[in-house]
């Protein structure tokens, strides 16, 4: 017998924590340790903004289009069909280009560096295209980037910038997709379960780290978050 995709999200559970519960627990307190835009100096928040830039400008559409080549259920595929129509059609990366170069802080060879390694880490995780693991991780990844645009928003403006297209965007875009991701999630979940033995939290920490190195690379600021 298969479960109704709504069932499935709301009866799986992860250490007593329904799925989609637990995703939002992981953004939620990735986001309260993040540091006070106010609280940097000028150059960590060109870092961050510049780290930023590095990962989301060339891999958040290459990521949505491994997690649509992962999933089997229809309904999943049409979810993230129409999320990568909505990048693509209105040019996400620019806008994000546009926003880092207005608080100059087009990234340096020494911010490409600063987080390549965990980035390969993403990369090679998407690429084993494990179907509920990936929409799990882009919903994570949805879910903090929605979050992050009030303070993505201020360390640009704190930089002199006055560019927010794109944080004003994917400050009320993201909310839908997240959900979306979540209705694809459940989809895929009723048609393509992973084994119980699967860690569905892979990318999800692998994520996690990449968007810490994001944030806290320059040395002492993992200390004083
Ligand atoms: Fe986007």
């Known amino acids: 017998m298969t479960l109704a995709p709504s069932i499935v999200l709301a009866t799986y559970a992860t250490h007593g924590l329904p799925l989609k519960s637990k995703v ?18 000028a150059e960590q928040r060109r870092g961050i903004i510049a780290r930023y830039d590095t990962v989301l400008q060339a891999n958040f559409i290459y990521w949505m289009t491994a997690t649509y080549l992962s999933v089997m259920s229809d309904e999943a595929r049409a979810i993230i069909i129409d999320n990568l129509h909505e990048e693509v059609g209105d ?26 390694r965990d980035l390969t880490n993403v990369r090679l995780f998407m690429g084993r295209k494990s179907g509920v693991k990936n929409i799990i991780t882009m919903a994570f990844f949805e879910g903090f980037i929605q979050q992050f645009m009030t303070p993505f928003a201020k360390l640009a403006e704190l930089q002199g910038s006055s560019e927010q297209e794109y ?25 393509n379960p992973p084994d119980s033995t699967t860690d569905l939290f892979e990318g999800v920490d692998l994520l996690r780290t990449l968007i810490q190195a994001i944030v806290f690379s320059d040395g002492g600021l993992a200390e004083t978050a």
């Open 91 to 116: 040019c996400h990366p620019e806008m994000l280009r546009r926003f880092t170069a207005a608080a100059r802080a087009v990234p340096t060879e020494t911010d490409i560096l600063a987080v390549a």
């Open 167 to 191: 944080t004003i965007v994917h400050g009320v875009c993201d909310i839908a997709h997240t959900q979306e991701l979540y209705r694809a999630l459940a989809a895929e979940m009723s048609t």
């Open 24 to 41: 939002e627990r992981a953004v939620d307190e990735l986001i309260g340790s993040l540091p006070n835009p106010e609280d940097l100096s």
